[in-house]
């Protein structure tokens, strides 16, 4: 699949637009966390500040750290080798998860009482889609409706706190995956409606596939291989 790209240069910036992969790994919990340390709001803050520092240091090419904000970090790699590339953002992501399952272990068994009440964990929302990008100084910006619906389905119906939830575009240019621990649902995707999305939970043995709404085919006529 080739990427396209279309650039304009206005008032000392360049921008354009070009399809990228955008993917967004987010804590599970924080907010609750927060409120419930509020007298130790710092040490707990501090605690959500070490998981995304793991997360960012975790996450190594072709993923380009886009932004920090509250309790989720945003990257975006651009689409050069398409397949391959959402390959190895799959497997980026999914050790990022891990680090934050790494780090939580730790924090649970170290005897701080504000720790062992943390009950964190990290999911991720992975998306295909073309964004417009402005290069303003050494920062650059990426933006547009498929930024926003990727942010949108963070807000999503899954009660688990540590998956990956994967876009059917994403899904559509990925190399051959195959998982037992993985589901097509329906999801409201707010003002974009009802969207079909392939969840992956690849440490939980214990998902019932009975708890979601189920698409049987992905889109475009696209099969799930699952192996048993």
Wanted: charged share 20%; net charge negative.
């Amino acid at each position: 699949m080739e990427t396209t790209s279309q650039h304009i240069q206005a008032a000392g910036h360049r921008m354009e637009t070009r399809q990228l992969f955008i993917a967004i790994v987010d804590i599970s919990g924080y907010t609750g966390f927060l409120r419930r340390h509020k007298s130790n709001l710092i040490h707990a803050e501090r605690i959500i500040i070490d998981l995304l520092q793991s997360i960012v240091c975790t996450a190594k090419g072709p993923l380009i750290l886009h932004e920090v904000t509250g309790d989720a970090v945003t990257f975006h790699a651009y689409g050069e080798n398409t397949e391959e590339t959402a390959s190895i953002i799959l497997q980026r992501i999914q050790q990022c998860i891990e680090e934050v399952q790494k780090n939580q272990a730790v924090m649970l068994a170290n005897g701080c009482p504000v720790c062992a009440e943390s009950e964190l964990g990290a999911k991720a929302i992975v998306h295909f889609g073309t964004t417009v990008i402005s290069h303003i100084g050494t920062y650059t910006k990426v933006a547009g409706p498929e930024v926003i619906f990727a942010h949108r389905l963070l807000k999503n119906s899954i009660t688990h706190d540590s998956y990956i939830l994967m876009t059917s575009s994403f899904y559509n240019v990925l190399e051959d995956f195959c998982s037992s621990h993985a589901y097509w649902q329906l999801e409201d995707g707010a003002e974009f409606g009802e969207v079909a999305v392939l969840v992956w939970y690849p440490d939980r043995e214990d998902v019932d596939a009975t708890l979601t709404h189920h698409v049987t085919r992905a889109p475009r006529g696209k099969t799930l291989a699952y192996c048993r």
